[in-house]
């Protein structure tokens, strides 16, 4: 499997749920991006924790990362029917330019 | 705000065309990418370019080739188009020595 991968799939919640999504990752990682892209659109920047930091927060959002385990969650709480997204984890590359994308969590949110 | 634009949200072109993409950005970012997104494959690199002029490959660059003359534009290329290269395509730009990428709404190509 490729650097950063996503687990489940895809996920359907009720609003006001929270979500949890799952990346594992191969290699070591200086940070951890986490991206949202809405249907048919581009990628949004989320949060990105660095490998020294275990959690971070921003607004309704909290990332986790184990090094040890080379994993990352994504906590998304009381979910809102505008989170319905997919959610990609990102890792550094072999270069410093280069990101390397898992195949993302589809998170439907229903109203 | 930063903005990254595409030339085109929807492109239909027949196999064997020479199709150009394009993708400006207005925040001054050194650094300039071209992935491809597919179902169940996520996003991959086709090339990046770190400064003016500058080309690097991706993971994917076969079939592509880019090109930068300014600093705000980076072109995509496909010199001659064909059926597996139907996908979303996605520019991003980034500062150099920082880490967020911030993407352009995609173009997605059909080509027939």
């Known amino acids: 499997s490729q650097q950063g991968e996503e687990d489940p799939q895809a996920l359907s919640i009720q609003e006001g749920e929270n979500a949890t999504m799952n990346c594992s990752y191969k290699t070591s990682i200086n940070n951890l991006q986490w991206y949202r892209q809405n249907s048919g659109r581009g990628l949004v920047h989320l949060i990105l924790i660095r490998s020294n930091e275990r959690e971070k927060h921003s607004g309704r959002l909290r990332v986790t990362l184990d090094t040890s385990k080379k994993s990352s969650s994504l906590l998304i709480t009381a979910s809102r029917a505008a989170d319905t997204a997919s959610y990609f984890c990102?890792?550094?590359?072999?270069?410093?330019?280069?990101?390397?994308f898992g195949s993302g969590t589809r998170l439907l949110v229903r109203p | 705000d930063v903005k990254v634009t595409q030339s085109s949200r929807y492109l239909v072109k027949r196999t064997g065309e020479k199709v150009f993409l394009e993708c400006v950005q207005d925040m001054d970012h050194e650094n300039m990418f071209w992935y491809r997104q597919d179902p169940g494959l996520g996003l991959r690199l086709i090339y990046f370019?770190?400064?003016?002029?500058?080309?690097e490959k991706g993971d994917i660059p076969e079939g592509y080739s880019v090109s930068r003359e300014k600093k705000e534009r980076f072109s995509l290329i496909l010199e001659s188009a064909s059926t597996n290269q139907t996908s979303m395509y996605l520019c991003?730009?980034?500062?150099?020595?920082?880490?967020?990428?911030?993407f352009g709404p995609g173009t997605r190509l059909t080509v027939l």
């Open positions: 991003a730009s980034k500062r150099e020595s920082y880490n967020e990428q911030f």
């Open positions: 990102a890792t550094r590359g072999d270069s410093s330019y280069k990101l390397i």
């Open positions: 370019s770190y400064d003016v002029k500058m080309k």
